[in-house]
């Protein structure tokens, strides 16, 4: 059900946006800035980078306490390959669609890359160790503006399924 809330919630929320706020059209949205080969490509390769940096991080030893705590709440579903494939997907899509098409033409990369990051709960003041992990996060949300803006908004969505999907197999079925 969550999966489904951010895709078509955030999704449309962020095409409203486009649609209303800016000058460009919903075609030229999914058309991007380069050919479709090349989107898939930077944004695979941006997405498994952005994974193993997050998952050094995770798997560090400063980090124990928070990745018990992820583990325990993440692994309060019973997770599938198909169920990682999906939520990730929704993430991907809804989220970037929200973010990076909606937001990021307003706001500006940096804006939106920190307030993706405060609303996910990774700057915490009064919990460095999440804060070093959201600093890190601001960076690879960050890319996935650039994504945007260079190649087109299917890129930052793959690299956001990408990332989502590693991250949440690693957690969840290898039980890192």
Same mark, same amino acid.
């Given at each position: 059900m969550l999966g489904w809330i951010t895709l078509l919630g955030f999704g449309l929320a962020g095409l409203s946006l486009v649609y209303f706020f800016q000058e460009i059209t919903l075609m030229e949205l999914f058309e991007g800035h380069r050919s479709l080969f090349v989107q898939l490509i930077s944004g695979l390769v941006s997405g498994i980078i952005g994974a193993f940096i997050a998952l050094k991080i995770i798997?560090? $030893? &400063?980090?124990?306490?928070?990745k018990q705590k992820y583990n325990a709440l993440i692994n309060t579903w019973p +997770?599938?390959?198909?169920?990682? =494939? &999906?939520?990730?997907?929704c993430a991907g899509v809804g989220e970037e #669609? #929200?973010?990076?098409?909606?937001?990021? $033409?307003?706001?500006? #990369? +940096?804006v939106t890359a920190v307030l993706f990051v405060l609303i996910h709960g990774y700057l915490n003041p009064w919990n460095w160790?999440?804060?070093?992990?959201? &600093? =890190?996060?601001? &960076?690879?949300?960050? =890319?996935l503006g650039i994504l945007f803006e260079k190649y087109g908004i299917l890129s930052a969505i793959?690299?956001?399924s990408v990332f989502d999907a590693i991250l949440l197999y690693w957690i969840a079925i290898k039980k890192s």
């Open positions: 798997n560090a $030893p &400063f980090f124990r306490i928070e +997770w599938t390959i198909k169920g990682i =494939v &999906f939520i990730s997907m #669609l #929200l973010f990076r098409a909606g937001i990021q $033409p307003l706001l500006g #990369l +940096w160790r999440i804060s070093v992990y959201g &600093f =890190v996060m601001i &960076f690879f949300i960050a =890319v793959i690299a956001h």
